[in-house]
């Protein structure tokens, strides 16, 4: 049975990689086997634990990570536990953005070696992505592409739209530390206890924790107190998930102060 298992999934991964064009092929089989094993342990977690909400996703270039969602999605969840799911991809559809701000100072460009980070980068048409989707996915009504720059699209209209009101898993590939920050915000409200966010570029700069995925997290949670995260998942040289346990803020403020009972205690006794 186990056996049967993964040789289903390691051919599920070669027929994508196979079918996802020029884009694929340079990233390499291993990188997209790993990918692709990353979501199904995702995939695992949320249906096991019954946790239910949209998958989110922020940056998709030409929607094989989309594809790998809904294949591991559809197995795990809606095929085994019987829980429906939706998912929302963000993306300009133009390629990345111009770098601005700290991105500005450390972006890299066609002359570094490594990952290139430049404007246009990753750069695939909607139509190209939807026609990928029909033709590897066939139905897709219960997956929406939502084309345009963050600090445009991402706004509280476009959740009550959608009746976006909480995330199980959400999928960061935005590469920049602005675009990361700007959707982790918006996605704030989403967030519950258990949620899963993923990092695609998690350990690019050099793993560098001033810089990219790594500083929006981190402010992001030390902004929203509330939050903590659990290391989950890791594939690749360059991804990273996390679990996320969200606090009862106004049940702590509601409990008493250990020095503040104290001291009423003395005052009684006097």
Same mark, same amino acid.
């Given at each position: 049975m186990i056996y049967d298992t993964c040789r289903n999934i390691f051919r599920t991964v070669s027929r994508k990689i196979v079918m996802a064009g020029s884009h694929t092929k340079k990233r390499g089989l291993y990188e997209y086997q790993e990918q692709y094993q990353?979501?199904?342990?995702?995939?695992?977690?949320?249906?096991?634990?019954?946790?239910?909400?949209?998958?989110?996703?922020?940056?998709?270039?030409?929607?094989?990570?989309?594809?790998?969602?809904?294949?591991?999605?559809?197995?795990?969840l809606a095929q085994r536990e019987k829980m429906k799911f939706r998912i929302f991809?963000?993306?300009?559809?133009?390629?990345?953005?111009?770098?601005?701000g700290l991105d500005q100072q450390h972006h890299t460009d066609s002359t570094t070696p490594g990952v290139?980070?430049?404007?246009? %980068?990753? !750069? =695939?048409?909607?139509?190209?992505?939807?026609?990928?989707?029909? +033709? $590897?996915?066939?139905?897709?009504?219960?997956?929406?592409?939502?084309?345009?720059?963050?600090?445009?699209?991402?706004?509280q209209k476009l959740k009550d739209d959608h009746n976006i009101r909480k995330a199980s898993f959400i999928n960061i590939d935005c590469d920049y530390y602005e675009s990361t920050k700007t959707a982790l915000n918006w996605c704030k409200s989403l967030i519950q206890q258990g949620t899963i966010i993923s990092f695609d570029d998690w350990y690019c700069y050099k793993a560098s924790e001033d810089l990219g995925e790594m500083k929006a997290f981190s402010e992001f949670l030390k902004e929203n107190p509330q939050l903590s995260s659990t290391p989950y998942s890791q594939y690749?040289?360059? %991804?990273? !998930? =996390?679990?996320?346990?969200?606090?009862?803020?106004?049940?702590? +403020? $509601?409990?008493?102060?250990?020095?503040?009972?104290?001291?009423?205690?003395?005052?009684?006794?006097?």
């Open positions: 990353h979501f199904y342990r995702c995939m695992i977690f949320l249906g096991r634990n019954g946790i239910e909400g949209d998958i989110l996703e922020y940056g998709s270039a030409d929607g094989t990570s989309i594809t790998m969602l809904h294949s591991t999605a559809d197995e795990m991809a963000f993306d300009s559809f133009e390629g990345l953005p111009d770098a601005t290139k980070f430049v404007r246009g %980068g990753y !750069s =695939f048409s909607q139509q190209e992505v939807q026609k990928k989707l029909d +033709e $590897e996915i066939g139905n897709t009504e219960h997956i929406s592409l939502i084309k345009g720059w963050y600090e445009d699209t991402l706004t690749s040289w360059h %991804g990273q !998930s =996390f679990i996320m346990s969200v606090k009862e803020t106004d049940v702590l +403020e $509601e409990q008493p102060q250990p020095a503040a009972t104290h001291a009423k205690k003395a005052e009684a006794t006097a």
